[in-house]
């Protein structure tokens, strides 16, 4: 499927250096209907929406989710500034009793003196997929629970709550907003691609820049950079939020001393695989399809 001469162009040789990418091995049609969204006709991976009650806590974003729907409800409403943020009593509520995968707040307390939502920025996150997922509402200077979020507390967040949430998040927000890295959308745009790679390449702990390689698709921009940043980049735009979901899971490299980006290495957990499902088809290997 890949475009002749495009694993052999010199820029793509070095980035790669020697890795051969997974995404190379699926036939065209297939790689097509990855790059779907997952409301799309066609599209060539599926949700699960029958997870158990124990498999949903196994993600931290849905339960933080479900923690800040609780909130609205327990409370009657949740307080937030005249610009719209969570309010600091809010926050540093939030930022205490939900769990943040890959995210110091220790470390973002000795640096602030107060918690604003921006300091949190899990919560940040949280806040608008709840607002965009129409889970709560704002009204005023106070977020309300909407009638999709009661349904959701009522449900214990079973259904196709988690689904809708990964949708939002890796197919509705731009993830560069929190990085600042070149080249703003990328890889995100071929999210569906990523995640059928990753359900074969993460099966073992792999660190950020070689996933980069094994899944994504190399543009310019990322190929051409002086500094190489697709690592970073993906870790910071698409694993640590895998991780939130409890797709992925990570684990510091003990050598590792920077505390503000630590390296750290990822790999798929069960709820990856009890989660997604894919429809494709392989080039054909020495004249057998599978």
């Not at 307080?79 to 890959?102: D, H, M």
Request: glycine letters at 6%; one cysteine or more; hydrophobic letters at 45%.
């Amino acid at each position: 499927m890949v475009r002749p001469g495009f694993l052999e162009n010199d820029s793509v040789k070095t980035w790669l250096g020697g890795i051969e990418p997974y995404w190379t091995h699926l036939e065209f049609e297939s790689f097509c209907r990855l790059r779907h969204k997952p409301s799309e006709e066609g599209c060539a991976f599926t949700f699960a929406s029958d997870l158990s009650s124990s498999e949903l806590l196994a993600s931290p974003f849905l339960c933080n989710m479900m923690t800040l729907l609780g909130m609205a409800e327990t409370q009657g409403s949740i307080k937030l500034t005249t610009s719209g943020n969570l309010a600091r009593s809010v926050v540093e509520e939030l930022a205490q009793s939900c769990n943040w995968p890959t995210f110091d707040l220790e470390l973002v307390r000795q640096l602030c003196k107060v918690l604003n939502e921006a300091d949190v920025w899990p919560l940040e996150l949280l806040h608008r997929v709840a607002i965009e997922a129409r889970l709560l509402r704002r009204q005023g200077r106070k977020l309300v629970l909407a009638p999709a979020g009661r349904r959701a507390l009522a449900s214990n967040g079973t259904g196709k709550l988690l689904s809708q949430l990964i949708e939002i998040v890796f197919w509705r927000i731009n993830l560069g907003y929190w990085d600042g890295y070149a080249v703003s959308t990328w890889p995100q745009s071929d999210m569906g691609v990523i995640l059928w790679c990753l359900s074969h390449t993460a099966s073992t702990w792999e660190t950020p820049d070689r996933l980069a390689r094994l899944t994504t698709i190399p543009v310019n921009g990322v190929l051409d950079a002086v500094d190489d940043f697709a690592g970073k980049a993906f870790e910071l735009r698409i694993l640590r939020f895998l991780t939130f979901f409890g797709l992925l899971e990570d684990q510091p490299v003990p050598a590792s001393t920077d505390r503000l980006l630590p390296q750290r290495l990822y790999r798929k957990t069960a709820l990856f695989d009890r989660v997604l499902s894919f429809d494709v088809e392989l080039e054909p290997v020495s004249g057998t399809v599978h």
